[in-house]
């Protein structure tokens, strides 16, 4: 009965995270080429109401995950020829194209809000869902927890293991030496950040079609942000990346069982709703400050090394510069 | 005669009737005004994809704006809190600080101004004047934690500031719901109405407070004032062209960040208060709606300069003031508002950038066609 209870909370864990391990995944590759993507909140709202709104006027569920996926690569395309072909700050570029995608995904989305619609089918996948625990927890979803969990694996495997990866963080790390390797830079920046926005807007279909079904105002709520802190505070690494959607996951299911707790009642539920947000200071504080590294001095010196490389990332190089070449 | 010969005589013609510098400057104009627009073409195109008729909606706008003296009025209210806060981001901007935590300045000004009208049974003049100095004094903590978080914790200002903003949303509801909740239960709707010391007075009948319109122009002239005409304003700068040039010419980087922050929480909570005091009379979860991310995207439109804050924020307010007009008569969503706006800004930085590649590209051909010297150092 405890182990059923904790599996069953594992695996709502692993589905609840679909979006924000989606969405970072996407902004790691982005990153890791040298480009933020900061339009990620307005993207994900954008995109979700795309998925939900297309997939509701056809009732075709692929066909919405495909319009999603194409607004979130149509935004990041924006992105990337504003910054790279026409140099702007890629900061600025970012947060208008956010205020506006949210606006607009407010604007068209009107004649959807609170309407009951299709959704991604629950498909347990054979055999392997049968694993006792494991089963349960990763294979008993539908294809977007699929794809979030491919998403990591996949990245991590094409950053690290192949060697267009390898192209892909020199890029990022130190353009002016990729470029003497003969790579054209901004020629792979332009790909990956559409391909990275692509994943930004399956991770809106999946906020639509998957999680908290349907449209309404405001449906994301912030979540962008979130996954944008956590590329940081995952150190641009895919599985530290990961890991952190999952953590930042474990802890908003116990702020709901907490939320449920008779003692909390009076609480109201915007605390809860804010309280990510805290989080997320919180944890940018801590891969961050200077304060960190006084706490570590009380470890042992071979343990503190330890903990300090497995909580702080470096970030690319190149981030957020423009590489003008001569 | 050919068409060409006419065309090369109306040239001629135009070129001897303009002087160069008057072409230069009709030119500029109409580069200037292509991002309004590309913006408006945006729109339309939307507007038919959902099958409204563009015109009436931008007439359903304007009119909504600009139909009577009391829709002006609304305008002109609506412009105070953008101007203060506009001011305020462009210092932080110039500091070269994204400050995108207003939207929680403004929450904590209207808090402790709330706090000063609840508590405090004093008269309406000295009354006042404390909730605007407790709301200063709010908002420029609040902008203060952020500067803090950015110096001391290096969490970068843009999430500290996001963070803030959710953190102080959750704690006006709080508040909202538990000390400060009406007799009758508490609602999404606010607090009780203030006392009737507490409210800011209005002109007549007209919804806007002639004190809080003051109180806004007077800060855009100290801004220009102090940005152009003292040191700190000069290190600022410095801080935000070049930040580690102007830490090693002496500029002492964490008290100037620091100010700058704290001025622009100031002037956000300053708004705050003004929210709470004129326009809503009590405090409601609402009470920053929007207008810290609008601010912003002022600021980028006047390039961080305060004197052109107050014309952008007119347009902005109008559209604001007009848009819900869209939801009465066509059953549109007010929205298209925040897309018209959203999409000058970013049409201004396209135009922008598009306008600085055309000139790159002409100064390589003149390069290469050995018109002109080779630049020493092509700067990005």
Not at chain 1, 159 to 187: C, D, M, W
Not at chain 2, 165 to 189: C, E, H, R
Not at chain 2, 326 to 349: C, K, Q, R
Request: hydrophobic residues 55%; charged residues 10%.
């Amino acid at each position: 009965m405890e182990t059923d209870f904790l599996v069953q909370t594992l695996s709502s864990i692993v589905a609840a995270s679909t979006p924000v391990v989606l969405a970072s995944i996407g902004e790691t590759i982005s990153e890791k080429s040298g480009v933020i993507n900061l339009s990620l909140d307005g993207s994900i709202a954008l995109s979700a109401m795309t998925g939900f709104a297309v997939a509701f006027t056809t009732g075709n569920v692929a066909l919405g995950i495909l319009a999603a996926m194409g607004v979130g690569a149509l935004v990041a395309l924006i992105i990337a020829f504003a910054s790279i072909t026409l140099r702007q700050e890629q900061v600025a570029v970012g947060f208008v194209l956010t205020m506006l995608c949210l606006e607009l995904a407010d604007f068209l989305g009107n004649p959807f809000v609170r309407k009951p619609g299709p959704s991604v089918g629950h498909a347990p996948i054979p055999h392997l869902s049968e694993i006792p625990i494991l089963g349960p927890i990763f294979f008993d979803h539908n294809l977007m927890v699929y794809l979030s969990l491919l998403s990591v694996i996949a990245a991590w495997w094409w950053i690290y293991k192949t060697q267009p990866g390898l192209k892909l963080q020199g890029v990022g790390e130190r353009p002016e030496s990729a470029f003497a390797r003969g790579v054209n830079v901004n020629h792979l920046r332009y790909i990956y950040i559409v391909a990275g926005g692509t994943l930004v807007g399956l991770a809106g279909a999946s906020y639509s079609l998957s999680i908290k079904l349907g449209w309404s105002h405001r449906h994301t709520f912030g979540i962008g942000w979130i996954a944008l802190a956590i590329v940081i505070f995952g150190g641009w690494s895919p599985w530290r990346v990961a890991a952190g959607c999952y953590l930042f996951s474990l802890l908003k299911a116990l702020g709901s069982i907490l939320q449920r707790n008779p003692a909390f009642a009076s609480v109201p539920t915007q605390i809860f709703s804010s309280a990510p947000f805290a989080l997320m200071i919180f944890a940018l504080l801590l891969v961050s400050s200077e304060g960190v590294d006084r706490l570590l001095a009380f470890l042992p010196a071979r343990l503190a090394r330890r903990v300090d490389r497995a909580i702080r990332g470096r970030p690319p190089g190149g981030l957020g510069k423009p590489f003008v070449q001569e | 005669m050919s068409l060409g010969l006419i065309i090369h005589f109306i040239e001629r013609i135009v070129k001897w009737l303009m002087p160069t510098w008057l072409r230069a400057w009709l030119a500029n104009i109409v580069l200037s005004l292509s991002p309004i627009l590309l913006a408006l073409l945006f729109t339309t195109l939307i507007l038919v994809a959902v099958g409204a008729p563009p015109l009436e909606a931008y007439r359903n706008i304007l009119s909504g704006a600009f139909e009577s003296p009391a829709k002006i009025a609304d305008v002109v209210a609506a412009c105070v809190p953008l101007i203060l806060c506009g001011v305020g981001m462009s210092i932080t901007f110039t500091a070269g600080q994204w400050n995108v935590g207003v939207e929680g300045q403004i929450i904590l000004g209207a808090i402790f101004a709330t706090w000063v009208a609840r508590n405090l049974p004093w008269p309406q003049a000295p009354l006042l004047a404390l909730m605007l100095l407790a709301g200063i004094l709010g908002g420029a903590l609040w902008g203060m934690l952020a500067g803090l978080l950015k110096i001391y914790g290096k969490v970068h200002e843009i999430f500290g500031g996001l963070g803030l903003n959710y953190v102080a949303q959750g704690l006006a509801i709080w508040l909202i719901f538990n000390p400060w909740k009406p007799a009758d239960g508490a609602t999404m709707s606010g607090t009780d109405l203030f006392q009737d010391p507490a409210w800011m007075p209005h002109l007549g009948n007209l919804r806007v407070s002639p004190l809080a319109v003051i109180l806004a122009l007077t800060v855009v002239v100290m801004a220009y004032i102090l940005l152009r005409g003292t040191r700190w304003g000069l290190e600022l700068k410095a801080m935000g062209k070049n930040f580690r040039s102007a830490f090693l010419l002496g500029v002492p980087s964490t008290p100037r960040l620091l100010t700058a922050f704290a001025v622009c929480g100031a002037l956000a909570g300053l708004a705050g208060a003004i929210r709470c005091s004129a326009r809503y009379r009590r405090m409601i979860p609402q009470i920053s709606g929007g207008q810290g991310y609008l601010s912003l995207l002022v600021a980028l439109l006047a390039s961080y300069r305060p004197q052109w804050v107050p014309f952008i924020v007119l347009f902005f307010a109008a559209v604001g003031v007009g848009s819900p007009r869209l939801e009465l008569n066509m059953h549109l969503d007010s929205s298209l508002g925040g897309v018209l706006e959203g999409a000058v800004v970013l049409a201004v930085i396209l135009v922008n950038g598009w306008r600085a590649l055309l000139a790159r590209r002409q100064a390589r051909q003149s390069i290469g066609a050995g018109l002109m010297p080779a630049p020493k150092e092509e700067l990005a």
